[in-house]
């Protein structure tokens, strides 16, 4: 799922623009394939290949891919933060599901260093 976003209003200094989908040219050509960080070069390109939008990912679902590739010894890492903060083992499904939203923002943390 994406944004479509006018070459012209998307501020590609800011990291993290990952394309959603790919930009061909009028002859079929891919220009960029789809996962591609955009760079201010690419929409230099792009303008003169006359593109005009592009589907970029939304920042959230771009977090969550990131959040999957973490490999399990980070996720570990993460949990046991996560239980030595907290000192509090869940008892039922909600607790359960606040103790793993926790381990995710850990987790998102850890990704961004």
């Known amino acids: ?6 070459l012209e209003d998307l501020k590609v200094f800011e990291s ?3 394309l959603a989908e790919p930009i061909f040219n009028q002859f079929g ?8 960080e955009l760079l201010p070069r690419h929409v230099t390109v792009l303008k003169t290949w ?3 939008a592009v589907t970029i990912k ?3 679902s771009h977090r969550m891919e990131k959040e999957e590739e973490a490999n399990p010894e980070m996720r570990a ?13 869940p008892e039922n499904l909600l607790e359960k ?14 990704i961004r260093s």
């Open 50 to 52: 006359g593109c005009k």
């Open 97 to 110: 599901e606040i103790q793993q939203l926790a381990v995710r923002q850990v987790l998102r943390k850890f």
């Open 58 to 60: 939304d920042q959230d």
């Open 77 to 89: 890492r993460a949990a046991a933060q996560v239980n030595w903060r907290l000192n509090w083992e």
């Open 16 to 18: 993290g623009i990952v």
């Open 29 to 36: 050509q891919m220009l960029l394939p789809p996962g591609t």
């Open 1 to 6: 799922m994406g944004n479509i976003v006018n």
